[in-house]
């Protein structure tokens, strides 16, 4: 396994730049717990559907990294290598890419009753979640599969951020407290800042450097002085 960009603790975050097709298998068996992760919807950047009322520029400054080809060739073959790596794996796929995807054991949402994004029969309000494995609660007091989502994304220089509630609670959902979450397409890390703000440790895979430097940054700004850094203090009998 190479060795990850960017650390903190003994192990609690690796960081990866580079492309997660070669780095996730290079991971070893049963070194991460749950797969959680938002790849491109394959929306051409925002424009898609979109352009039907009012064409606009590419999201991610490219006309390859968020097409349906890119989906089919990058994404897809992505969610296959996680789930022979981990027992769970959750993502949110977009509608228009959804069924291009494994089929799921369950599916969830995040409802969106104010979304303005308008879509060929009117204005989207939903965004599907899909769920690979068995939910760890199952028997022991199970959760709804889907929540409202009202909070806007934060402008932290990211193209497609997402919101940092709907994700905190998404990675709540799909682990237990102290597991290794891995999201191989961090993108601006929110999905490691949840992870981290929730007492799980966080493994994350960017291919973009100027993305990777964002989410280097908040993960490590979130991971001082929050639970996992004071889990590893009692641990070392710091305080």
């Given amino acids: 396994m190479r060795k990850p960009d960017f650390e903190l603790g003994n192990g609690d975050v690796r960081l990866f730049l580079g492309d997660c097709l070669s ?6 068996d ?8 938002d790849p491109p919807f394959g ?23 968020d097409t349906e080809e890119y989906v ?14 981990s027992p769970i794996v959750v993502l949110t796929p977009g509608v228009r890419c959804c069924w291009f995807y494994p089929r799921p054991d369950d599916m969830g949402c995040f409802w969106c009753p104010a979304a303005a994004r308008r879509g060929p029969w009117g204005f989207a309000t939903f965004s599907p979640i899909l769920y690979y494995g068995k939910d ?8 709804p599969t889907g929540t409202t989502l009202n ?6 220089g990211h193209p497609c951020p997402k919101p940092i509630a709907a994700w905190t609670w998404l990675v709540e959902k799909a682990t ?26 966080f493994w ?12 280097v940054k908040r993960i490590k700004d979130t991971y001082t002085g929050g639970p996992l850094l004071e889990a590893a203090e009692r641990q070392a009998g710091l305080f």
């Fill in 136 to 143: 760890f609660r199952a028997g022991r007091g199970s959760t």
């Fill in 176 to 201: 237990p407290v102290g597991a290794v979450v891995c999201d191989p397409m961090m993108g601006s890390g929110t999905t490691g800042v949840a992870a981290i703000k929730l007492g799980r440790k």
């Fill in 72 to 85: 089919k060739r990058v994404c897809v073959p992505m969610i296959e290598i996680c789930r022979k790596l």
């Fill in 30 to 37: 049963g070194c991460v717990d749950a797969v959680v992760t």
């Fill in 23 to 28: 780095i996730l298998p290079e991971f070893p």
């Fill in 151 to 156: 909070e806007r994304a934060p402008n932290n």
């Fill in 43 to 65: 929306v051409e950047g925002g424009a898609g559907h979109d352009a039907i009322y009012r064409p606009r520029p590419l999201k991610y400054g490219s006309d390859e990294i």
């Fill in 204 to 215: 994350g895979i960017e291919l973009e450097p100027k993305y990777f430097d964002i989410a």
